[in-house]
């Protein structure tokens, strides 16, 4: 998983999912790795697919903070993106800007 983020860090984000997925691999017991992939997929808009793995943080540690705040986000992120698309707005599930 360090090394996910420090490619990322490093701006290599075509390689940031691979090594995920291998960290994920190797140690699916650790809700931090599941907690920093649903983010890096949350960044990159792929707000489904960051709920499950931020569900599997929560499901392997209910009192972490922070998975709980990255729901919390992707729930209001979900909501407003479907309410776009329901009145023609396009939301789409694609990058969001830069904070």
């Known amino acids: 998983m360090n090394l996910a983020l420090a490619k990322q860090g490093l701006g290599r984000e075509a390689e940031v999912e691979a090594w995920f997925?291998?960290?994920?691999?190797?140690?699916?017991g650790f809700p931090a790795t599941h907690y920093y992939y649903a983010k890096w997929l949350a960044e990159q808009g792929r707000l489904a697919e960051a709920g499950r793995f931020v569900d599997e943080a929560l499901r392997q540690s209910p009192?972490?903070?922070?998975?709980?705040?990255?729901?919390?986000e992707l729930d209001e992120?979900?909501?407003?993106?479907?309410?776009?698309?329901?009145?023609?707005a396009g939301g789409g599930d694609g990058p969001r800007a830069p904070r």
């Open 21 to 28: 997925l291998g960290a994920l691999q190797r140690g699916p």
């Open 77 to 88: 992120r979900l909501r407003l993106r479907d309410a776009g698309e329901r009145f023609g």
């Open 63 to 72: 009192g972490y903070e922070q998975a709980r705040a990255l729901r919390a």
